[in-house]
């Protein structure tokens, strides 16, 4: 449909689909590559990385501990669980 935005629900058919694999295979946990959405595969740069937040083993969150790390409108305290880098403080505000 043209002119209609739509929310990113990252990928959750694809969630869906791993998650019945797994269970199928007998698990309840999902391994850390069997969920990844298209944005993140289809980055040419690499610049998208996607990740479990609360696994601290996980790649994610390292990344998000870094200096350069920041979430859009976090004083408004929705507490998003989107993560962006840069060092630039235009960027950050």
């Not at 309840?28 to 937040?53: H, M, N, Q, S």
């Not at 994610?60 to 790390?69: Q, T």
């Amino acid at each position: 449909m043209r002119g209609v935005v739509e929310k990113c629900s990252f990928c959750h058919h694809r969630l869906m689909r791993a998650k019945a694999k797994a269970y199928a295979d007998g698990r309840r946990d999902l391994k850390e590559d069997e969920y990844i959405p298209a944005c993140v595969e289809a980055c040419p740069t690499k610049a998208i990385t996607f990740g479990d937040l609360n696994n601290p083993k996980h790649a994610v969150s390292g990344l998000i501990k870094s200096p350069d790390a920041f979430r859009l409108l976090e004083r408004l305290g929705t507490e998003p669980k989107v993560y962006y880098r840069s060092t630039k403080d235009w960027v950050r505000r």
